[in-house]
C-alpha cells in the first residue's frame, strides 16, 4: 500500500474531489466525513465550509477540520476526513468526533484504515484522550476500520437521524 497524507482541500484537489463526489452520488452512498459536500454544485461552495454549514446548521454548527487523504507519491485523493471538535448531543448521539469516506475506486487497500491512524496520531499529539465514532451497523468495512483503530463497541442506537440503512447505529470509542 502506498503512503497517504493527510492535507487541507485545495484548489490542486478540484477535479479529483469532484469526481469522487459524483462517484458516491451515483452509488447511491452518503458522505460520511465530508463537510456536505453531497449539497454543493462546486467546489468552491464546498470550500467554504464554516459559511455553509453555520447557515445550515445554526446553533447546531460544531466547527471541524477537514482534510483530504492524499497518496504521498502520485497525489492520488483517496479519502476524506473530518474532526469535530466538540460533540454537540446530535453528534454524541449519532456522528461523533470523526466522519470519513474513502473513494469507491480506492477501496479495500487499507486506505480507510491509515487514514483513521493518521488522523488518530495527530489528535493524540494535539491532547486529545478519548474520540467517539459512530458507524451503520452494516457497515461492516467501516467497522472493521474503526475496531483495527483500537474502537470499543459502547452500544447501539436507534438511527433517529435517517443516516444509516439499517437503522441502528453503532457507537465506539477510541483510547489515545
Known amino acids: 500500500m ?3 497524507k493527510l492535507v487541507v482541500p485545495n484548489e490542486n484537489y478540484e477535479s ?9 452520488l451515483n452509488l447511491g452512498e452518503h458522505f460520511d466525513g465530508c463537510e456536505g459536500l453531497e449539497d454543493v ?8 465550509f464554516e459559511n455553509r454549514l453555520k447557515a445550515r446548521y445554526g446553533e447546531g454548527y460544531v466547527p471541524s477540520d477537514i482534510y483530504l ?4 507519491d502520485t497525489d492520488i485523493v483517496v479519502g476524506i476526513i473530518d474532526f469535530r471538535h466538540y460533540l454537540s448531543d446530535f453528534l454524541f448521539q449519532y456522528g461523533g468526533h470523526i466522519g470519513y469516506s474513502v473513494v469507491p475506486a480506492q477501496r479495500r487497500k487499507g486506505y480507510g484504515t491509515e487514514m483513521l491512524r493518521i488522523m488518530l496520531e495527530d489528535l493524540k499529539q494535539r491532547g486529545e484522550k478519548r474520540l467517539l465514532l459512530c458507524v451503520d451497523k452494516e457497515n461492516i468495512p467501516s467497522v472493521k476500520i474503526i475496531t483495527k483503530n483500537g474502537g470499543i463497541l459502547e452500544n447501539e442506537v436507534e438511527d433517529g437521524a435517517g443516516f444509516t440503512d439499517s437503522g441502528i447505529i453503532q457507537r465506539y470509542w477510541i483510547d489515545l
Do not use: F, N
Not at 454544485?41 to 467554504?48: A, G, K, N, P, R
Open 2 to 4: 502506498e503512503h497517504i
Open 16 to 24: 479529483q474531489v469532484m469526481i469522487a463526489r459524483e462517484d458516491i
Open 69 to 72: 487523504a492524499v497518496l504521498e
Open 41 to 48: 454544485s462546486s467546489y468552491t461552495e464546498w470550500l467554504d
